[in-house]
């Protein structure tokens, strides 16, 4: 089963493009979930991810993993593909 992956960015953002071409080119299904202008849910983003303020906001089976930068350090790691093969577990709501 694949994982749950979503992405929460906004436009004009160069780190969420890149964080979609990670993802894209290894063939990650995931949903983009945009929030330009959405300062609410900026806010609760803040307040999920323990105080990141940034986009993008990435999320695998409900588990923050932060931005861009942590995204391919797990891959540099080869750790991305563990957590991508890991089943869905208890999920918090994203
Ligand atoms: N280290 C972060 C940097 C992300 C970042 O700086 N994103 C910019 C947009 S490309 C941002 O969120 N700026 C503040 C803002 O838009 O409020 C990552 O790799 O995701």
Do not use: H
Not at 11 to 37: H, M, P, Q, S
Request: aromatic share 8%; charged share 30%.
């Amino acid at each position: 089963m694949a994982a749950d992956v979503k992405m929460y960015t906004r436009r004009w953002c160069g780190y969420c493009t890149a964080a979609e071409r990670l993802l894209d080119a290894k063939g990650v299904e995931f949903e983009n979930i945009d929030v330009t202008g959405n300062q609410e849910k900026r806010r609760w983003l803040v307040e999920v991810t323990s105080g990141r303020t940034t986009v993008p906001q990435i999320f695998i089976n409900g588990e923050s993993i932060g931005g861009y930068d942590e995204l391919k350090a797990l891959e540099r790691r080869g750790d991305l593909d563990k957590l991508l093969a890991a089943p869905p577990s208890s999920q918090p709501a994203t």
